[in-house]
């Protein structure tokens, strides 16, 4: 059900010069219902307007579907943006205003046998939510590859978390594609590319597979032909893109 949410910050870090993660609760001490991979609105003021931006909840929820009072998000700097403006100075105790939750970038029943959870940038944080239901669909016989696309090291968010489950799983694959810079000592699962560099070696079966995208919306759009071209359903591909609505009157 959607809420309107008062939020207050009770933690930030920076995860790189160019991203940063907060922690949020609700004023009211109510925790917050939803999926793994839904995302809230936050709300910002535009001059005499107000405009709002989503971010994906990265909360690491112990089911599927669960109650959380901290309410974890990414958030990128766009320079001269306006969520930047806003977000950037923030600090623990200030607050704002959102809603939700949102979307319907979540897992289905029944369980796949293989799920292909692609990302660039921020697109990571929802599929960092959905980890311990994914430890579930593991164990039930499922096989998993995150396939995680950024410039370099610095850019592979959240990647302690989705290494602890590959260490717990034998089918569980964390893929980092560093297109630019490669790490000094590269890791096994390293690939030298794009996201869609990875996808040519996995040999995609419309019986077995689905896939999630989400970040970039240019690598979105070349991953969705990707996959249909290699046979992949429309209806198997579920896509994660945001787009910054105007500003409206309040």
Known sequence: MLE???????NRR???????????????????????????????PDGDKEAFRSYSVG?????????TKDIEIAVSWVPGGLATGHLQPMQPG??????????????PEPIWHRY????????????RAMLNELRKRL?????????????????????????????????FHYIPCLSRVP??????NDVHGHVQDAIKDLGINPATDIAYLCGNPNMVDETFVQLKEE??????????????PRARSN
Do not use: C, W
């Open 4 to 10: 309107t949410l008062d939020l207050e910050l009770t």
């Open 14 to 44: 920076d995860l790189n010069p160019d991203t940063a993660h907060f922690t949020f609760r609700r004023r009211d001490g109510k925790p917050l219902h939803l999926t793994a991979g839904q995302f809230i609105r936050l709300y910002f």
């Open 59 to 67: 909360t690491i929820l112990p089911a599927n579907e669960a109650d």
């Open 94 to 107: 200030d607050s704002l205003k959102a809603s939700g939750p949102y979307g319907r970038f979540v897992l």
């Open 116 to 127: 292909l959870l692609i990302a660039t940038g921020t697109g990571v944080t929802p599929y």
């Open 139 to 171: 164990q039930a016989g499922a096989e998993v590859y995150v396939i995680m696309g950024a410039r370099d090291e610095s850019g592979l968010l959240y990647e302690a978390d989705f290494e602890k489950v590959q260490a717990e799983f034998p089918d």
């Open 183 to 188: 790490r000094g000592t590269p890791k096994p």
């Open 231 to 244: 046979g992949l359903p429309v209806a198997q591909i579920r896509r994660e893109k945001y787009v910054s």
